[in-house]
């Protein structure tokens, strides 16, 4: 049976989950939206920043996402931002299929991680995200283009936000441009922590 399509990002509350400019996506302002998820303890092992870190439901959400997740999509915009950031076991540890116009190889990275280039659109990328997947879910990685074009599409079943209280004034807005007029949601869970609510929806179309 096929997985759940999903998306999971952290949102400040003005809306904004990255910087505009890929020059500022390690910067002070994206730091500041993040925060929650640096001092996890399944953060620093995974991006291998040393051991330590801290363990409780904040944690917990960050397994529970990677474990469900057995394919991702994402954006060429994405995969820029990270080819340099991340280190060299990527750490998504299963396929990952990039929408692109470029045509490229397979790039295979340590630890489980390959990047396959997709160069027609977002449903042939989720097609073979789904495949590769199996019974385990596909998540939209990001960029936020790349999440609204599968919200619009019809193609997103659930997404978490994880509601920072930070406002940022300017930077990529995740719902900017929706089609509000097809998507409805369902609220699934809201739960806070001491650095963020994580919010959970199903996606209906309206």
């Known amino acids: 049976m096929a997985g759940t399509v999903f998306f999971s990002v952290t949102m400040s509350l003005d809306g904004i989950i990255a910087p505009e400019s890929l020059d500022d996506l390690m910067g ?58 991340w280190p060299d076991e990527a750490p998504f540890h299963t396929p990952v299929f990039v929408v692109t116009h470029e045509r490229r190889d ?33 998540r939209i990685a990001g960029g936020g283009a790349t999440i609204l074009q599968h919200v619009n599409a019809g193609l997103v079943d659930e997404f978490s936000i994880a509601l920072s209280p930070v406002l940022l004034g300017t930077g990529i807005r995740l719902f900017e441009g929706v089609d509000a007029g097809r998507v409805a949601l369902e609220q699934v869970r809201a739960e806070p922590t001491q650095r963020v609510t994580h919010l959970t929806y199903a996606v209906r179309e309206r």
């Open 28 to 85: 002070p302002q994206w730091r500041e939206l993040q925060q929650w998820v640096f001092p996890q303890r399944f953060f620093r092992e995974n991006l291998q920043l040393g051991e330590g870190g801290e363990e409780g439901r904040d944690d917990d959400i960050l397994r529970e996402t990677f474990a469900r997740t057995g394919a991702s999509v994402m954006g060429r915009r994405m995969f820029d931002a990270g080819e340099h950031a």
């Open 106 to 138: 397979p790039w295979e990275r340590p630890g489980g991680t390959t990047f396959h280039f997709v160069n027609d659109g977002i449903e042939a990328a989720l097609d073979q995200a789904r495949e590769a997947a199996g019974d385990r879910d596909v």
